[in-house]
């Protein structure tokens, strides 16, 4: 009998079996009465408005503004993480505000009314993907007040949850951190982690009511060889074949010493350079950031 009480969370690879009351890999879904259930629903960590730019996004809306909104939990540990105080936390660890999808949608509202350039919601900080069901509430909402949403992410999920989001993501950043199951691991992914970013990107890609950039943040002895961004670049490039369009936007952007990748320094900025021209091999709109 109590067996029955354990549930499997399919939101990500991770497929974690909880027991009731405890916390997925996430620190963000738990098994409440059997059911697994985000408990990062409506609690906000973060709340800024921001430059599209700054997602990164470069080729969608240039010049407007976003308000970005994040909770806490990520199903990945990646040791560079620049925002580990709240994806690294769970609802004990972290303060929080509470903020339901129509709240949200108000203030933004409310912000695109003092500022036209501002055009929507953006999903970020932490991993919003593994709070999905409030992006999917929030996003239909956002629509209806006629405001777009924007989706920054690592990819690393199930594709039943890109189901439920279909047709509300208008933009979006996903993390391509490596090419290797060896780097995903290191960045304590689950099983199969690369695949399921493969996916997400590739149904993405394939999506043209969703603008979709890519972003590899290169760490100096993981992911810095010419080899394995040459065979990012040509993988995203395969993407467009007999499309008879340029889908991917990619960026390569500049590792700084974080959280528990202290190490080594930043990414020599030749480097950085040198790593965006063999992208520009495959692909045309390829962009350097934290240079």
């Known amino acids: 009998m109590e067996a029955a009480a354990y549930a499997t969370c399919g939101t990500c690879p991770h497929r974690c079996r909880l027991a009731p009351g405890r916390l997925g890999a996430c ?53 560079f993480c620049q925002n580990a105080e709240i994806s690294q936390a769970d609802d004990a660890g972290v303060p929080w505000r509470e903020i339901a999808p129509d709240e949200l949608v108000a203030i933004t509202r409310d912000a695109r009314d003092r500022d036209g350039r501002v055009i929507g919601i953006a999903y970020t900080y932490n ?35 890109l189901d439920g989001l279909a047709g509300l993501i208008d933009a979006a950043n996903i993390d391509l951190k490596g090419f290797t199951d060896g780097f995903y691991d290191a960045c304590g992914a689950p099983a199969h982690a690369l695949s399921r970013v493969k996916g997400t990107i590739a149904r993405l890609a394939a999506d043209p009511a969703c603008h979709l950039e890519v972003t590899t943040l290169v760490v100096p002895g993981m992911n810095d060889t010419e080899e394995e961004i040459d065979a990012m670049a040509r993988w995203l490039a395969s993407l467009d074949e007999g499309r008879g369009r340029d889908t991917v936007t990619y960026h390569v952007t500049r590792f700084f010493p974080r959280w528990r990748l202290t190490d080594r320094g930043p990414t020599p900025v030749d480097a950085v350079y040198r790593l965006a021209n063999v992208v520009r091999r495959h692909l045309e709109h390829v962009y350097t950031g934290n240079c």
Request: hydrophobic letters at 40%.
């Open 127 to 161: 991993e919003p993907l593994v709070g999905w069901e409030y992006v999917r509430d929030c996003a239909r909402l956002a629509h209806e007040a006629g405001l777009v949403n924007v989706l920054v992410s690592n990819g690393c999920v199930e594709p039943s949850v």
């Open 27 to 79: 620190r963000a879904r738990r098994n409440v009465g059997g059911a697994v259930v985000p408990v990062n629903y409506g609690r906000v960590t973060s709340l800024a408005l921001d430059p599209i730019e700054k997602k990164p996004l470069a080729r969608y809306r240039p010049g407007t503004l976003v308000v970005s909104a994040g909770s806490f939990g990520c199903n990945l540990r990646c040791p």
